[in-house]
Nanobody, 123 residues
């Protein structure tokens, strides 16, 4: 059974950086296209970034382009989200997600979800 565990969240000042990790257990990372979503209080879950099964292509929501980078490390069975130049509007719970299908931006496309990790950016 596939399990996803996020880590790396925390409290940072605006302009700072964090790197989130998503450890995949139960199956090889190579079986899945991966994504990061985020959800702020009172708002719907929002697509942030995604990466194909082989890491050949990535996708980002416009608001994080140039600041965030998604990557994957098959040896560690881990997906990362490097977040630079953080802004208060990046504050949210960040979720890792996996799909056995193609990379997508819709939450409904993803079969497996982590528990989430809180990212708080102070102004």
């Amino acid at each position: 059974q596939v399990q996803l565990v996020e880590s790396g969240g925390g409290l940072v000042q605006a302009g700072g950086s964090l790197r989130l990790s998503c450890a995949v257990a139960g199956r090889a990372l190579s079986n899945y296209a991966m994504a990061w979503f985020r959800q702020a209080p009172g708002k719907e879950r929002e697509f942030v970034a995604a990466i194909t099964r082989n890491g050949g292509r990535t996708a980002y929501v416009d608001s994080v382009k140039g600041r965030f980078t998604i990557s994957r490390d098959s040896a560690r069975n881990t997906v990362y989200l490097q977040m630079n130049s953080l802004k208060p509007e990046d504050t949210a719970v960040y979720y890792c997600a996996a799909t056995s299908g193609p990379m997508a931006v819709a939450t409904m496309a993803y079969d497996y979800w982590g528990q989430g990790t809180q990212v708080t950016v102070s102004s």
